[in-house]
């Protein structure tokens, strides 16, 4: 690991200001990403904002009857509220379906809509990608690619977004609010959060220079049933393959989102309105215009597959 400067942010607007200022400065609260990266030195910032003290680990309810989630709750805590369970439990599954317990006691709802792709390129510093390289290629795409993504990709990167609480948080239209190193705040609607990798996968999310994220909104409760099925290697501390998120009204309505297939979580308005004719049709809008490897291609029957479990589940 490399040396690099610490300091112990005030106030929000202040540790803005200071990532905007000092070069290659990176904020810190639970680090069960960044520290590995930086052990590996994937990640080489030479300066650590710590932003823990900053009171952002509250539940806060919302005038519209929504809940404010700060960016420093706990995701075993946010898991665990009783406003969660009942009102977003498709969040709260999510969330449990992710990491370990250990990790959960320390990650935190920013770090984990912020984590970094599990790409195998990405983390091995002796292979090309552009992600971490700019310009330096995708070793992905000639090589193993099967946990990777097949929709959303592009010529120069393949890889898969990671978090199992971002595909809940889209599904359910969630905001994420933040302050600017000027100290103006705005909020960022999840759907135009993460961003797909183009020409410059290296940026991947809506935030500019920085910018830190303070909260996370959600609106009021969608009711329905609610499920979240994560289909991986094996049982426990592994990322998905495929998951599905999904509301489901009684009159056969609802709402999908996925895991596992894409840069971003992936959700498709236009589709949802397949729903009520079974999972094929949904999943051939929501796939539409997929490029698959060879090695990944399984996922779209695996996508099909697992959203017709939830939809048999959700009839009964």
């Known amino acids: 690991m490399k040396s690099f400067t610490y300091e112990k942010a005030q106030s929000p607007a202040e540790a803005a200001a200071a990532a905007a200022r000092i070069p290659d400065a990176r904020f810190i609260a639970g680090g069960t990403n960044l520290l590995d990266l930086m052990k590996l030195e994937v990640e080489t910032p030479a300066h650590l904002i710590d932003v823990n003290g900053l009171a952002l680990d509250r539940l806060e309810p919302l005038p519209d009857g929504g809940l404010r989630v700060g960016a420093l709750v706990r995701n075993t805590d946010l898991a665990a509220d009783a406003r969660v369970r009942r009102d977003y439990p498709v969040l709260a599954r999510a969330l449990l379906a992710g990491a370990s317990g250990q990790l959960r006691n320390k990650a935190t709802t920013a770090g984990n809509l912020l984590q970094r792709t599990r790409c195998p390129y990405f983390y091995d510093t002796n292979q090309p990608c552009n992600k971490r390289v700019p310009g330096s290629g995708c070793s992905a795409l000639e090589g193993f690619s099967r946990p990777l993504a097949l929709i959303g990709v592009s010529r120069t990167c393949i890889a898969s977004h990671p978090s199992d609480m971002a595909v809940a948080m889209r599904l359910l239209d969630a905001g994420v609010e933040t302050v600017k190193a000027d100290g103006s705040r705005r909020v960022i609607p999840i759907a135009d959060f993460h961003r797909l990798p183009g020409d410059t996968p290296q940026h991947e999310s809506a935030l500019a220079p920085g910018e830190l994220v303070t909260a996370v909104s959600l609106p009021p409760p969608l009711g329905g049933k609610h499920y979240y099925r994560k289909v991986r290697d094996r049982a ?60 990944n291609a399984f996922k779209i029957p695996l996508v099909q597959r697992t959203l017709s479990a939830v939809l048999a589940e959700a009839k009964g």
């Open 236 to 295: 426990s501390y592994a990322f998905a393959l495929v998951s599905v998120a999904a509301v489901v009204q009684p009159d056969g309505s609802g709402r999908v989102a996925l895991g596992g297939v894409a840069p971003r979580p992936w959700r498709l308005e236009s589709a949802e309105a397949a729903l009520p004719l079974g999972a094929r049709a949904v999943t051939e809008q929501l796939l539409a215009g997929a490029t698959p490897t060879q090695q």
